[in-house]
């Protein structure tokens, strides 16, 4: 036994090198004991530093020899040792690090072991130290498993480090130490490709410990930057956007999509409490910080049932030194999750999305600006473009520039046919460069619906994004859309509850919902989805409005006005020809004309300074029951091709006058919607 007789240990001290030597700082000498006598307990050779306590020369070399001979080195992080810059402790910890460089990779050698709250943002401790799996062992309380692996990686047939895995809450194994290089490029890839690794163990740890308990659904909170710095912020947001959707793409698995997960962005909540809200059975949190020219990131996987950690990691990645591994890793959460993959799985989960660093970047920043201003969405297109300028070959920047072409061709009648032809000309060039790219898919499938009015295309290409990317809310969201407009009811409520079973916190698959009842005819339905977004959020206008419609089609006009009066009141001043055509038709239904007509007057003034979707004077013309300017106005619609004519087939069910319209069913008939099945 190779151990402090102070502490009640053979006095004779054993020779043996199978040994872990134990350093901290006199502060912690309690929970040292604790640790001590832990692992004593388990037959565990445990060498404490006394030096502060005893000193002299020869104390000094015994402890240089066990430093030397010890088969791991376990140093005892906590709030006490950083608050000592100084301390015999610290010349061990140096000591160890010098060793390291020594052994060999594949060993383990290191050991932290945390006995307090302290982040490794805030220890003060060598750079080596944060290149290895850290455990959490509270005031000295070491977890049963725990003193089993340091007992495994102690025999003489597994001195190699383990693979990432967990046999008891709490219980952290150590990782291989990694050996920075000297690149001083921003490894932005790797630090994404590292937070995979990390996502990929925790997984696995959780369903190797858990086999009754596996993970059925996942949220990944956005992870916080840690450094302070808001330039990073894009870089932490980006992180976590990645690994919702790589693991998004595995059909074994379901995770909460980026809207809901994003709701807890700079909240402190209890993960119980998160996990009820959003349905999941386990939280993937983790934070970013940056020291020089490296990213440190820390990943924890916590339960929800009781808020424990089941797993836990730290890396500080250098440069570009994982991108090479990325396909492996994700491999392996997929191999853990489910027992087979197709060989097109396995080839798109060792897909690497782009070696360049500033490409990714640019990408990142452009998925930040996609949806805002005009000024924004500008600043969305440029950002992509820049990044398919340095990576050609990033199918990813290209398929996100073509979602932000759609958007602008949605949004900007002015030059609508250019944008979407932009929009056309990026996702054909993402998909020849990535054939199976979910979100490429989808892309095409929004313009062929939105802008070409090809519906069996889109049907296609929707089902295709969804086959490649199952674990997409937006996908599934967007389809449901697309079925709804199509008549196609039944199919189109089972893609949008399962969007909201992905993002229960966003209003958009509610709204679907709502919608989907209303053309259905069922109004108390209709209303109550209507009401659920305003409990989802308070602030989007669009619920108020809706449910107004929803109530004067029931003839509750009161009702209709009160949620009207709010909607009045949030769009003041503001250029919403949308919201004031809905606006106008639920004062149509209740027989209030002027104010209907008042409505029609504002959105001419809109008009006079930009275009205004002809759509939107067609609804309220039509509600009034004034049919010819109706039709005049749905003609312009037609033949401007705008987006909002998708929804011209289910229209009568919201716009009872336009139902036996013979010039309303000629402009349908023009368009070719396919007949739903009866």
Known sequence: MVASAEFGVDKQMSESNNAVF????????????????????????????QSELRGGDAWDAAIRKHIKTCTLFMPVISANASARAEGYFRLEWKLAVDRSHLIATERAFIVPVVIDETRDSDALVPDKFREVQWTRCPAGQVPAKFVERVAHLLSPDDHKVPTANVHARGTIPPLVPTRPRTSRRLGLIGAATAVVLVVVGAVVAYNTAFHSAAIGMVAVLPFENATGNPANEYLSNGISESLINKLSGLSGLHVISRTSAFAFKGKKLDPTEIGKKLGVDALILGSLTQHGSSLNVTVELVSVRD?????????????????????????????????????????????????DPEAYRLYLKGRDFLVGTDQEMDKSIDYFQQAVARAPDYAMAHAGLADAYTVQAFLRAS??????????????????????????????????YLFEWDWSGADTEFRRGISLSPGSEAVHEAYGSFLISMGRLDEGLAQSREAA??????VQPFHDMAINALIRGDYDQAAAGFRRTIAIDSDWTWGYIKLGRTLSLQKKCKEAMVQSE?????????????????????????????????????????????YVDPATFAGVHASLGEMDEALRWYQKAFEDRSPDMVYAMVASRITPQLADNAGYQAIIGRMAFPQPAK
């Open 415 to 448: 030059g609508r046919a250019e944008a979407a032809g932009k929009a056309r000309a990026a996702v054909t060039r993402a998909l020849e460069l990535d054939p199976d790219l979910g979100e490429a898919h989808a892309a095409l499938a929004s313009i062929l």
């Open 501 to 506: 079973r992905l993002d229960p916190l966003s």
């Open 566 to 610: 709010i909607a009045e009141r949030r769009i003041a001043g503001g250029a919403a020809p949308f919201s004031r055509s809905w606006l106008g038709s639920t004062y149509a239904n209740c027989g209030d004309i002027a104010r209907a007509r008042q409505k029609l007057a504002e959105m001419h003034a809109i008009e006079a300074k930009r």
């Open 307 to 355: 808020a424990t950690q089941l797993w836990g990691e730290k890396y500080a990645r250098p440069v570009d030194d994982v991108l090479q591994i990325e396909g492996d890793i994700a491999a392996t959460i997929a191999q853990t999750l489910r027992r087979r993959l197709s060989g097109d799985e396995k080839v798109k989960l060792r897909r690497d999305e782009t070696s």
């Open 22 to 49: 134990l350093s901290y700082t006199s502060e912690d000498a309690d929970a040292a004991r604790r640790i001590c006598e832990s692992f004593r307990e388990a037959g565990v050779e445990v060498w404490l530093d």
